[in-house]
């Protein structure tokens, strides 16, 4: 699954958006959020949220 780190002050949507691009080449649109999940160990505090596939930004 594409992720990575938000850039200061960017949404989480637009974040998965970029990393989709980044990672695989693939323009799309976040849509609604599926789930949210902590995941925090000793040194680390990770969030988790997938977001539903919408239509691709090339296709609007």
């Known amino acids: 699954m594409p992720g990575g780190k938000l850039d200061w002050g ?3 949507r637009f974040c998965a958006e970029r990393e989709i ?3 695989l080449g693939i323009a799309v649109v976040a849509g609604a ?11 680390h505090h990770w969030l ?3 977001f539903a ?3 691709s930004r ?3």
């Not at 959020?33 to 902590?38: E, F, P, Y």
């Open 10 to 12: 960017e949404a989480v």
């Open 21 to 23: 691009h980044e990672e």
């Open 33 to 43: 959020v599926l789930a949210v999940t902590d995941m925090i160990a000793d040194d």
């Open 48 to 50: 988790r949220s997938p």
């Open 53 to 55: 596939p919408s239509a």
């Open 58 to 60: 090339a296709s609007r």
